[in-house]
């Protein structure tokens, strides 16, 4: 697999009047080619100056930015443009020039390079027809509503061909049922022209859609990365956790957890988490009647990363305690993650 | 009195034709090279800001406060004070000709300020949009901020328009003619109220005319 995006040691400080900002510090991430990245973090973290040091909109103060093994630093203009026609961008204003309509906001990026009339025409119906908009070609961006103006600065960037697309919170405007179709369609490009995706968003619901690996910033630092299966199934950092917390709550209730601890009866309490089509295995019927255990469940919720399953199941057991290890140690060979969250004796 | 007006539309009619077509002249002329000069140092002014396509402070400066110097004078003071300017680019300062060249130096600063609001207005993520399809400078300046500015452009035509209309009134000082020139000599002078009232009511229709014109286009202009 080869790296598309290679950020190393990327510091980006800002001066307002006299004061120092650190918008981003010391990030080395790669992005690989044909994946789908996405940066997490809330407002302020970084993550959108991040994302223009990509395309050098923002030049980092330190650090190395490399696309397809070119280093961006040092670059002469008319090289950083060339660099930059291979890198589409969408925005979270979508950024179209309300003056001229969907066919010329299209073909923005070939005009500008002077691409013949023909060509030009025969790549917008296709980008338009892409993002189902082939009706729109003479509207102007006022009469669209926010997701069609998102399709249209899609096909935009598409518009040059490019290895990879750079969206600055595409989804943030836009509601909750477009934001799907906004989703999909992103997935749809990154499979069909195996374009590699770079995201940011403040929404875990977007990195769980789409996105197969993460990295999580606070305070323009990168906390935490990894695949997303990894970093859902396991934060390490708290305000990973949080964010997690938004789609997938695996907390006990609180009158549940007192009931628990006043609970007398030798046992304890484990967190399954389980991942693809061992979601279906009858698990819990294995421990009552291999192990004498009862099983009892407390709480369980069950989503979709991208297309694997992933579930987390809470139960308590009670039983011997040697059968109680052996009962984990049977379930660890199933290749299912065990945590054992509490004693309840 | 509305004998008067017939009596002194009869007597002045061609006095009127001669003096608006005056005034059509020298607004129409100054116009066109105030616009192209104040448009330029708009654009120029905009983009040498800091943070921007050609951040230049020592330039923004130097037009900055050149504008502002010029805009301080009343457009009567600025026409005698640069005699001299206007008898070396014309040779000479008489008539309609001579009165271009103070009203172009009165209106392209005022205009230059107008265009830098009118861009300033445009949308600061479409440039960076721009910039990262791989945009060059001047296409970021023909194709985003002249396209998009359009509506403001032309608002900020038809205010200088009308401001321009005002000072010429004014160039019948230097005998460049013109409605206000006919008020004051007529009207005034000559105390003939009806020549006043007549110069007034051309004045009145013509900035109206204008004013609408500008706005239906600007209008027309705006697609949001």
């Not at chain 1, 007192?258 to 309490?269: A, M, T, Y």
Request: net charge neutral.
């Amino acid at each position: 697999m080869s790296k598309v995006i290679q950020l190393e040691q990327i510091s980006k400080r800002y001066y307002q009047g006299k004061r120092e900002i650190d918008a981003v510090k010391n990030v080395t991430l790669d992005v690989q080619k044909g994946e789908i990245f996405g940066i997490i973090g809330y407002s302020g973290a970084g993550k959108s100056t991040l994302i223009r040091c990509v395309n050098f909109l923002e030049q980092p103060t330190s650090g190395s930015v490399r696309i397809n093994g070119i280093e961006l630093e040092g670059l002469k203009r008319a090289e950083l443009r060339a660099v930059r026609r291979r890198i589409g961008m969408i925005f979270q204003n979508f950024n179209l020039l309300s003056s001229i309509n969907v066919f010329d906001n299209v073909a923005a990026p070939l005009q500008l390079v002077k691409t013949p009339k023909e060509a030009i025409t025969k790549k917008v119906r296709e980008l338009l027809d892409l993002v189902g908009l082939t009706d729109k070609e003479e509207s102007f961006p006022h009469q669209l509503s926010g997701g069609q103006k998102q399709r249209v600065a899609i096909a935009r960037a598409l518009a040059s061909d490019p290895e990879i697309l750079l969206c600055d919170e595409a989804t943030s405007a836009l509601d909750p049922q477009t934001t799907e179709s906004i989703l999909d369609l992103l997935l749809e490009i990154n499979r069909k022209y195996k374009i590699t995706i770079m995201l940011i968003t403040h929404e875990m619901h977007v990195i769980k859609k789409i996105c197969d690996r993460v990295a999580v910033m606070e305070n323009g630092e990168v906390v935490e990365q990894g695949t997303v299966m990894d970093i859902i199934s396991a934060p390490q950092q708290p305000i990973t956790k949080n964010f997690i917390k938004s789609i997938f709550d695996v907390t006990l209730p609180s009158v549940l957890l007192n009931k628990l601890e006043n609970d007398k009866r030798p046992g304890k309490i484990l967190r399954i988490s389980f991942v693809g089509e061992n979601a279906a295995d009858p698990i819990l019927a294995d421990l009552a009647t291999q192990f004498t255990l009862r099983p009892t469940i407390l709480y369980g919720n069950i989503t979709q990363i991208k297309e694997t399953i992933f579930g987390c199941l809470i139960i308590g057991v009670t039983g011997e305690a040697s059968a109680i290890e052996a009962g984990i140690d049977y379930l660890t060979q199933q290749q299912l993650r065990i945590e054992v969250i509490e004693h309840a004796e | 009195m509305l004998n008067n007006f017939i009596d002194s539309f009869s007597e002045y009619g061609d006095l009127y034709v001669q003096s608006i077509r005056e005034t059509g002249a020298m607004v129409g002329i100054s116009l066109v090279i105030s616009t192209i000069i104040g448009l330029l140092l708009g654009v120029v002014l905009v983009v040498t800001r800091r943070n921007n396509l050609y951040e230049n402070p020592i330039v923004y400066q130097i037009l900055n406060v050149t504008i502002n110097i010029l805009r301080s004078l009343p457009f009567i003071v600025l026409m005698v004070a640069i005699i001299p300017l206007t008898k070396l680019i014309v040779g000479g300062t008489i008539g309609v000709k001579g009165a271009i060249v103070p009203l172009v130096v009165y209106t392209a600063p005022y205009i230059a300020r107008l265009m830098e609001s009118a861009l300033l207005e445009v949308d600061k993520g479409v440039i960076e949009a721009y910039q990262a399809m791989g945009a060059t400078r001047n296409q970021i300046i023909t194709r985003v901020l002249l396209r998009e500015s359009r509506p403001g452009v032309v608002l900020g035509i038809t205010i200088a328009t009308i401001g321009l209309i005002g000072a010429s009134a004014m160039a019948g000082v230097v005998g460049a003619g013109g409605l206000g020139d006919v008020a004051i000599r007529y009207g005034y002078q000559r105390w003939e109220p009806a020549v006043m009232v007549t110069c007034i009511v051309f004045l009145v229709l013509i900035v109206q005319a204008v004013q609408s014109l500008g706005t239906v286009l600007a209008k027309r202009l705006r697609r949001r």
